[in-house]
């Protein structure tokens, strides 16, 4: 019996829960369309350290979303070690740009398609933001980063960028459900 749970608990991760946890919230919302995308990308960077900035951009092939994301050691760096700040590419194949639209388009359940995210303009340049029913899970174990796209038609409250590692306190957890740590919490 109590080898039955040690291999049980140990073929599911705490990534796969995250993943199970995201797919199961998006798919809550009654009636909704969803799509949850995995980037192939998998990055190596600060075990401890925190997401410090993010942006959209029209991929490589020039018809896919892709995500700059910089993450830095600044929780943890001092006279000992200088801060240090490292960007890595996520593509999010199966999402298509409609150029007519200026959109990025997701296929959902039955082939509806998800706005994901679109071109802004401003006075002198463009930008790509999250649609509202969109958000971009962060995973991160010892440091190995792993982003997944989560998507529905119905808007969702709460922050759209949300990174979690294999850290399981309560403000992690408080950030994978609600999008953001409970008051009062660093």
Do not use: C
Request: proline share 6%; net charge positive.
């Amino acid at each position: 019996m109590n080898t039955r749970r040690v291999v049980a608990s140990s073929w599911i991760s705490n990534t796969q829960v995250v993943i199970i946890l995201a797919t199961f919230l998006v798919g809550v919302s009654a009636g909704a369309s969803t799509s949850s995308i995995i980037s192939p990308d998998h990055h190596q960077t600060f075990a401890y350290g925190a997401m410090i900035s993010h942006q959209l951009y029209l991929g490589r092939k020039g018809d896919e979303l892709a995500a700059r994301i910089t993450f830095s050691n600044w929780p943890y760096d001092g006279d000992d070690q200088p801060r240090r700040d490292e960007s890595f590419d996520f593509r999010f194949p199966g999402i298509k740009f409609d150029a007519t639209r200026r959109m990025f388009l997701a296929s959902g359940r039955g082939g509806q398609t998800i706005p994901v995210a679109r071109f802004r303009n401003g006075p002198l340049f463009s930008w790509v933001d999250l649609a509202p029913g969109v958000k971009i899970y962060l995973l991160k174990k010892s440091g190995r980063v792993t982003a997944i796209l989560t998507a529905t038609d119905h808007p969702r409250a709460g922050s759209q960028w949300i990174e979690t590692d294999d850290n399981w306190s309560l403000q992690n957890i408080l950030i994978a459900l609600f999008g953001q740590p409970a008051p009062g919490l660093p």
